[in-house]
């Protein structure tokens, strides 16, 4: 079970305090780039302090998600170095990661995702939504997507529904509330996203919980990550390539933006449409839902002590 891989290696909780805060240090440091740059696009900002608006294009994104590329890798240090763990304890359950599983997921979520946005297209106002393609730029910002997304999902995913889901198993003994306590700590961690200022803390914020909770079932159900980290990739990567507005957490080259940007409580019911019908197709497929209980107790493996003998 992916839960019980936290018994592996050393699991006091000052090593994984210690963890975090050397991740965390990791990706302040990778930051400095980004920020000398977003200071020599605007120095005014040095008078302002407002570093939470990251710079558009392509330059900025890159150097944007450089910061996850290190926090990734410095993750796998600490579970490696400090915990004594294999690198696969804090991802799967299943003896190897199984990239047919993220392919699925992404292409599901895609599709998922590409629906849900026509439909909703059909009831918006088209004349706010400006085509912006611009294709020398399009085709960098596809390539940036494409090989730096994938560690920032990977990073949240390896804390999240990984270190910290383990984390929380270990402490309180029930998958269900380490599921909740690490889908109430992802949605937390994008309160100083610009979507939050730009739609409030009551509209915004429920989605990033939701979308927290659905990786985070798939995650317990499927004993591993792989799902979570799939679906995902998928959200991220149609949202830096379709549509963008200047109130984006992502500022890229998409294909539309959106001139004034509105959210509701709808969004977040459409959401949990896609998530119900995502986990029904990856159980139809993968036959999860009746293989990890959620409200079982967690308990220690049984250690089995072999003795040898030798035949007369």
Known sequence: MFLEKVYSGRNQWYFYVFSLLIIFTAIQIASIPLIAYMIFENPEIIKTQNFTQLPSGNIGLALMLFTFVVGFFATFFCAKYLHGKKYIDIVTARPKVDWSRILFATGLWGILTLIATAISLCFADTSEIIFQFDAQE???????????????????????????????????????????ITSVLFGLMHLENPEIEKFGVWVALPQYILMGLILGFVTIKDDGIELALGLHFGNNLLAALTFTHDSSALQTHALFKIVNPTASWMDTVVMLVAGVIFIWICDKKYHFMRKVNLWKKITPPVKTEYTDYQEN
């Open 138 to 180: 399009f085709f960098i910002l596809a390539i940036i997507a494409l090989l730096m997304l994938p560690f920032q999902i990977g990073l949240e995913e390896l804390v999240f529904r990984g270190y910290l889901m383990q984390w929380s198993a270990l402490l309180f003994k029930y998958r269900w509330v380490a599921l909740l």
